[in-house]
């Protein structure tokens, strides 16, 4: 199955195209309509300061937990189409679950012969549920059909950018616009079946109009926010998990790790996901649970804004899904898979002295390694979908009571609410600081651990009970080739973890900062047109020159032009004036006009920052030198 978006605009097969100079360059030369792209994001969770525990993924055992398996040390690495746009010669597959904003890698990027720039990209391995919002940078635009609809500062103006996406569909259609722009360069056969893609066109405009209208000249990215991958909800008996046209849009993380393992990672519903149905189905509605928050109404308890690169490990992108539900996962001696929730459950298995081979324990996490931060970032909706920081999970009686600098963790959880994170980060800190943790080998009758995350433990030596209660089973259990048991990693667990007051454990929301918009610039407008006569023009008449009046804003920065002709011509004579004071009304002088003629005149204005305004509305001014008459919008201004 293919990794890249290598060979991916044309359908079937790899066609040759020729690309004439200047034209542009093609990243990928066709888009197959073969197959999903696998892709993980690498994550690590420390367990804590003191204690973390490697994750061994070969055996029939494979457990992964989020709350502490460390795989070879990397941290979460969020995809970088959530950054910014992509160029390289074999572009990666990106795919995304639940809703985030995603930048494209680019497919094609150039100029047609004329200079005009056309780009087209690929968002997304896989059909989208829907596009909720388009933007250029940072700006939130919208289309009449495939033209952008001008920004109120001028941005845009004049129907000079066009763009348009595509939902992925088994069988798309070629962007028209790129088709008429590259003539037998970009085809009808250029579809990105299977694949969200889009295309930006910036038509070139007037020197004087192209800064208000690409106000970053031409670096303009394009950018989209969706609801991305459609997912198979076992829940729902209108779906199938062998047909893909069923399946509809969840960001429930226990379907859309799921949905990574039955169409990347070779699961067969049937046999490996069915006999575990009831745990499935427990973990998933579990995530849907309506959680109480301060404001008011309610949040699902559980949710995912994750996007991944087809380059990362499938080990990776698992536990990078496990991370945002605080999920544990194993599968069974018959190859089933199991799954649970960020919950505690009550154990329904029992380890005691009789079982136990050997242990270690380990008492008490001292003072100075004790977690007592935990920091939370969350893809924002209302921060245009950037990844932000929440207000941190903290302990400040214990920060206070040691007079230390806190000891902080990272949550590395890709998810769509502060509050989710902070559920999240009091479950991590409650495990990191557990007053209980260590390692047990099981005899042969201990092998019912496998596929349970919790667990009833006793460890007792000579009537000594060293530990008694509920534990966490940490990673992954491995066989015991001594004993035929099994051999795992606990952590004392504390049912508290689930508590949770709205009111007193929200914390204080993300501040939404006010970005001013740049204002539209006024159109200015002549208010009185004066003609003078020099007789000392050295043109053997008098020489008429027009004085103008004008209005527009009191900036320091302002370029005043004017410019005038004859009215019966069509070419004007303009000018720049730069030394005029700022005011709300100016006088400009113009250089001489044509005498005993009428006389068209215009004026308007540049601002610091590049922007043009508009031409004023066109005043007509009479330079007959035996009697001064101004005409001013058909009216006589004397």
Sequence with gaps: MS????????????????VIPGAGQFISAAILSSGLGIGSVATAVSLSASFTTGLTLAGISAGLSAAGSVIAGRPAQRADTTETS?????PVRTRAY????????????????????????????????????VYLNDDKVT?????VNALPDGRYRDSRVKCGFNL???????FAD????LPGIWTTDHRGDGIVTGFLIKFLTKADKFLETYPNGDDIQMSLAGEWSLVFDFRDEAQDAYDQTTWEYRDNPVLAFLHREITQGGVDFNTQILPQIDKWTAAANDCDAAMALAAGGTEPRYRLALAYKATETPAAVRLAILNTFDGWYCENERGELIIYSGRF????VSIGPDKIASYSIQQHVAAEDAVNE?????VSAEHDYATVDAASWRDQAAIDASGREPVTIGLDAQIPSPTQGRRLAKRKMIRANAPYRGSIVTTFGGREVLGERYINLTIEEAGAVFYDGPVEIVGSPERDMQTGGVRFEWVAADPAMDDWDPSEETGDATPVGEVPDVEPLDDPEITDAVVNFDTDSGAGAPGAYLVLTATGPDRSDLTWFARTKLSTASVWGERQYSDIDPGTSVTINTEYVPADAMVDAQVSYATGDGRRSAWSDTVTVDTTTDGIEVIYDGGILS
């Design 143 to 147: 289309l009449t059909g495939t033209t």
């Design 178 to 181: 790129v088709v008429a722009e």
């Design 345 to 348: 459950y009550e154990p329904t």
């Design 86 to 90: 992509r160029k390289s010669p074999i």
């Design 168 to 174: 992925g569909l088994p069988t798309e259609t070629a």
């Design 3 to 18: 990794r890249t978006l290598g060979s991916i605009l044309l359908v079937a097969g790899a066609v040759a195209v020729n």
């Design 374 to 378: 935990v920091l939370i970032t969350y």
């Design 98 to 133: 639940g809703a985030l904003r995603l930048y494209w890698d680019a497919l094609f990027f150039g100029n047609k012969s004329d200079g005009t720039p056309i780009d087209v990209g690929a968002f997304h391995d896989g059909r989208a549920n829907a596009i909720t919002q």
